[in-house]
């Protein structure tokens, strides 16, 4: 019969066993001192006093150094450091870093160093101080992701030095495995009831008041029929993958993560060592190519383990986890191309396989076909799990692009930050909701976020687990080699269609209203100038300078696409430092390309440009736009009429009628106003600018304050100035901008914004009734419903687009673009666009300040009107001195020619032509003089020839990549 108790017995057993698996040999002494942060390799040089501990200390932005001279015993025993810093810790030992602790890795393995005096150098990370993830915190105190401290000091307890009791130490982990494993069992049934007998039974031979380590081997004897219990012959299978998901900034700047990354590297390295079935994964390029400069010691023993184990797996394939909502399609190409350049370089030509990203907050519907394209074989997240409506209905599916493409997908059951904890395996397999399919799950193991890696806990755990009855079977594996057998027949999966919507963190739509702004800025300069710099290679100019130029500023907007940077989610740091990035690429752009500067406008757009006086330029066309008449200040009127419809104004900065044309159909909805600005409250329930809460939305009252303050005309357009008070501390100015010629309102708005927990959004009610509204997205456009009549539609109140939103019937489009906001709703006849918000964590001046940007209104008889407006607005055209014969001429509608660009090997050209109206067909190609047409090839997204293919048949939203060599005219 099982004793009442008998858990809690088991359980002080185990207590009792962890506190005896390691015997301190001596107390540590150590000399201190301070530095200001020192982010590369090596030890500080200057003076250390000694000090006592328990030690108080830490300083925002500081580093904290503890040194010390160590006897280690020449033993046959395993000797470790105890260092409990309470915060990131690197370990230097005889001046080479070695190791590091943090509040979860808090030992340090020195049996290696048996009978020598080590000189052992500590650099504690002060961290600093910052909001918290939401103002109700009170702020937090930033050393280790996951601790919770509020205020300084951080605290040094005594370190010392340990010896490990090799049979309590192994004892421990064999009675934590079974009796985690008992958590998961019925108690009724005789597995359980076994279990926890033969355990209690074997443990009460041990006292609980002394060393059980003479008892310890006979008492893992009684236990290992126990552990050598096998399931049967069907059993799920987890396989487990070592990970310490590193922020690439976030609550700590770039620089911190550089450290962050040599910290987390070393103590993976050293346990790849020790443990012979361990796999480590780590996936961003970025972070170990700054690794190699800043801690080349580091890097070469990485180098070293991954050259002789293989088990250094550097896969995820992009340069950085980007967000993957707000960049543009062709920075998600960029993301890949350099991180696969970066990867090749460091670690031998190793190709990566798998897009790694667990933690950005949703993926837009191009995001498959960008990945096949980039030579990608599979999708990894786990972000979904955190939805704040509906479950995803999938854990591995086929996502299927705008254009069919199908990519496998796999979902990580539980944090990317999981454990090996037996409880942990049995709730994340039981979570999957189509077992039948899905025999084998992937996991995440290792503390993340701010790095630190797999805890040794979870090396012993896997150990023990890999055939354990009444667990699923676990063991390592790498990314690579789970997704080939979770994936190896893939005729049972599921379809998923479309964007991968995240119903939470819907404010990183708008939060960091700069960071957006530059964002979209340079990649239109960047598309721009790519094209300019094509034709001037194509004429046989030396552009290896402005090539140089074009790279480093790739590169700034691709590290800010980052998904705590660009979505607006760090600390004012990171937010600083991406500012100041933004501002010298778009400086060293402006420098490179001033000489090429003129009068002509050249339209890099693959769209029709429309101009003021009613002109336009074909797409990759320059000519000079014709001066208009000077403008005249006019009296103000609340009707005004134009070429293509007739407005009435309120004189509130809103449009009461707007009746169309001839037949003047009337778009505005009966009794409210186009572009009425509103404002609110916006304080969301966890994480505050990640958020934004559908109440919120509920709390949003008319801006009535707008007054106008000057009209002015000329023969292109009307402009009617407005100035308001905003809040209870802003200021707006706005210039409604009527264009005569084409039917195009621009809202050219400049905010002096002090609010705090405020919403600035412009609401657009329409006459217009449709059950979808489209949305611009990389590569194409997506269909969102306007009604709320399930929870799938409640969950997306507010939902990202890029260039434009817009409604259709079968007469017209009536659309909202935007130069910088990606935040956008669509009910029933309206559309709105946040604006602005004012969010106070993690960044508590998130927002302050003076924005400038401008919103649109459209309206189109068909989709391709509105894409000639929007890629008008956000890529205007450059001034450069002469005409240029446009390099390639695509001649049906349904085809714009999206990037023209050097090839990265320096050798060709490379045309990326996408179908953007969703009906696919046939692209008739012409080219300049420049152009070999009969050398045209079909690529990939990474450039690489793939076909000589001159068809040119598209699938609706394809895209397709060539490359085409330049001749000389001689040729």
Known sequence: MLQRKVEKRIDQYLAMLEQYAYEEVADLTFSYAESVEMQTEGVYEGEYASVTFPFAYGKPWTDHWFKASIEVPKYEQRFFLLLDTETDTLIYIDGVPVGATNPFHRKLEVTAYAGRNITVVLQAWGGHRFPGYHPSEGGRVQTCVAVKKQAYPLVFKQPKLLRRCEQTYALYYDVLVLRQLSKTLDPTEYHYQHLVSTLHQALSSLSLLASPEPQAREVREQLKGLLEAKNGSIAPQILSVGNAHLDHAWLWPIAETTRKAARTALNMVNFLQEYPDFVFLFSQPAQ????????????????????????????????????????????????????????RQLFD????????????????????????????????????????????PYDIFLWESLDGTQIPAHMIQGAYEGTNDPEGLAKAYQSVLH?????????????????????????????????????????????????????????????????????????????????????RRLEGLLHGYEYLTSVLFCRGDDVQALRASLSE????????????????????KVNEEALASYEKAFALLEKAFAPYQGDYLLNTNGFVLPLGDGTALAAFEAGKQSKSKPSQTVAPSSQVRTEWATLALDGMGSITSLLLGEGERELVEEGRALNSLTIGEDYPVFWDAWDIESDSLEKQ????????????????????????????????????????????IDFVTEVDWKERHTLLRAEFPTSIRCDQALFDVP??????????????????????????????DRSILFALASDSKYGYGAHAGELSISLLRSPSAPDSEADLGVHTFTYSLIVGDDLGCVYEQASGLNNPPLAVKERFEPLVKVAEKQFAVETVKISEDGQDLVIRIRE???????????????????????????????????????????????RIKVRTLSQ
């Open 349 to 392: 030509g190793y190709e990566a396989d798998t897009f790694w990203l667990p933690d950005s907050f949703g993926y837009t519907a191009a995001l498959p076909q960008i990945l096949v394209g980039c030579r990608v074989q599979y999708f990894v997240t786990s972000k979904l799990s955190w939805n704040d409506t509906n479950r995803f």
């Open 288 to 343: 170990m190519e700054a690794l190699k400069k800043e801690y080349p010691s580091v890097f070469s023993r990485i180098k070293e383990v991954y050259s002789k184990t293989g088990r250094w797996e550097p896969n995820g394939v992009c340069y950085v986890e980007p967000d993957c909502m707000l960049p543009s399609g062709e920075s998600l190409i960029r993301q890949n191309i350099l991180g696969r350049q970066t990867t």
């Open 916 to 962: 953007w109206l969703g009906i696919g067909g046939k692209a008739t190609l012409s080219f300049c003089a420049h152009l070999d047409a009969h050398s045209l090839k079909l690529a990939n997204m990474l450039e690489e020839v793939i076909a000589q293919e001159k068809k040119c048949l598209f699938r609706p939203f394809e895209v397709q990549t060539y």
């Open 779 to 808: 590569f194409g456009y997506i269909r969102r419903e306007t009604h709320t009549n399930t929870s799938l539609e409640r969950a997306k109140f507010e939902v990202p687009a890029h260039k434009f939103a817009a409604l259709e």
């Open 435 to 519: 077992k039948e399919i899905q025999p084998e799950l992937m996991r995440s193991v290792g503390e993340g976020d701010g790095g630190g890696g797999t805890l040794r806990s979870d090396l012993e755990l896997a150990k023990r687990e890999a055939d354990l009855q009444g667990l699923p079977r676990n063991r390592w594996s790498s990314v690579s080699s789970a997704m080939q057998q979770i994936f190896a027949d893939t005729s049972r999966l599921p379809v998923y269609k479309g964007e991968l919507y995240l119903e939470l963190h819907r404010g990183t739509y708008t939060s960091q209203a700069k960071l957006k702004w530059w964002n």
């Open 553 to 572: 500023a790739w590169k700034a907007v691709l590290v800010n696409q980052f998904h705590d940077i660009l979505p607006g989610s760090s600390i004012q």
């Open 701 to 744: 009252t008319r801006l009535k304050s707008l007054r106008e303050t000057e009209r002015v005309e000329d023969e292109q357009c009307l402009l009617i100035t407005y100035h308001a008070k905003v809040g209870l501390h802003s200021s707006l100015k706005q210039m409604m901008t009527i264009h005569k010629k084409y039917r195009r």
